[in-house]
């Protein structure tokens, strides 16, 4: 968005081209990251600079953009990054001397996750893992993509980003660069690495026409994975298995991170696997599960 001289040198203008500096250089997050802090702050830019000539907001003007926020019908997830955004970003002006007091002290958290996290039954992920055409090196891709999406509960930049040196075919063990670049080791099953060792060996030599690449996962043209590509992909092969709504490569995560937790495992170990930084985090899986034991009852037991 275009701004003239004076917004590009005004207090709150300056303190988010700082903090983004900041986060990019010191913190190494990735442009994903910095792209959404970018979004958030320029949010809160736009609003408060015409009331306060540029200077930054106090708590009375923050609580006004929070509830600004709210007549906009974001979900309670969107409000609570943006509050996020909100403390990190007074965060580091207070740490850096430029403000004397956090105006995000007394700000408030939405409740997190007022739906349920959508994921699909077994046998909905078992139609969409067997529905790409496998006769196809595009299928092989699809089909492996899925495959190790369901088996590690990764997300969709994780998979993208993939370099094929990320996959330890011997020891069973994938290399994932998460949020904030930390690096984090999840276990792959057989089922998918024999799934992705068809693809290594079939369809990614002929999807790259002889060009070379690093990425573990290529478009029909020989370039790096997108994520348009891959929604594209899983929605295509969501009809495929008849699954027409709420699919996403994030149902897949939520689908993993339930369904083991459905099994036993226990929520240090999922959260691990997941990357979350916050244990409360993981913790909606729990819900998840106790959701879904509920509806079992109700379903079955002769006195429900």
């Not at 349920?116 to 196809?136: C, G």
């Not at 992705?196 to 060009?211: F, N, S």
């Not at 790096?224 to 699954?243: D, E, H, L």
């Not at 409360?280 to 879904?292: A, F, G, K, L, P």
Request: aromatic share 6%; proline share 4%.
């Amino acid at each position: 968005m275009a701004r003239n001289d004076n917004s590009a040198k005004s207090p709150i203008s300056s303190g988010i081209r700082d903090f983004l500096t900041f986060c990019r250089m010191e913190k190494g997050l990735s442009r994903n990251s910095l792209e959404a802090y970018g979004r958030d702050l320029e949010g809160l830019r736009s609003f408060a600079e015409p009331l306060t000539g540029g200077a930054f907001p106090d708590p009375e003007l923050l609580n006004k953009y929070v509830n600004h926020l709210y007549s906009k019908d974001l979900t309670s997830r969107s409000i609570a990054r943006h509050l996020s955004s909100l403390r990190n970003f007074f965060s580091f002006l207070v740490t850096e001397d430029i403000l004397r007091e956090d105006p995000t002290e007394l700000l408030s958290s939405p409740k997190q996750w007022a739906t349920i996290p959508k994921f699909l039954n077994r046998a909905q992920i078992d139609s969409l893992i067997a529905a790409p055409d496998t006769t196809k090196p595009t299928g092989l891709r699809d089909r492996s993509m899925l495959e190790l999406l369901y088996a590690t509960g990764i997300r969709v930049t994780e998979l993208i980003t993939l370099q094929v040196s990320s996959l330890d075919m011997g020891l069973g063990l994938l290399r994932v660069t998460g949020k904030g670049n930390k690096q984090r080791i999840v276990p792959v099953h057989a089922t998918a690495l024999a799934s992705v060792r068809r693809y290594l060996e079939e369809g990614r030599p002929a999807l790259l026409h002889g060009a070379q690449t690093s990425f573990l996962f290529i478009t029909a043209r020989g370039d790096g994975m997108t994520r348009q590509a891959f929604w594209a992909a899983i929605k295509a092969n969501g009809k495929k298995a008849g699954i027409f709504h709420h699919l996403s490569p994030h149902v897949l995560r939520h689908t993993f991170a339930t369904h083991l937790l459905e099994g036993g495992a226990d929520l240090r170990s999922l959260q691990e696997m997941l990357g979350h930084a916050d244990l409360s985090t993981t913790e909606i899986y729990t819900h998840v599960v106790r959701s879904r034991l509920r509806d079992t009852l109700n379903q079955h037991h002769p006195r429900a």
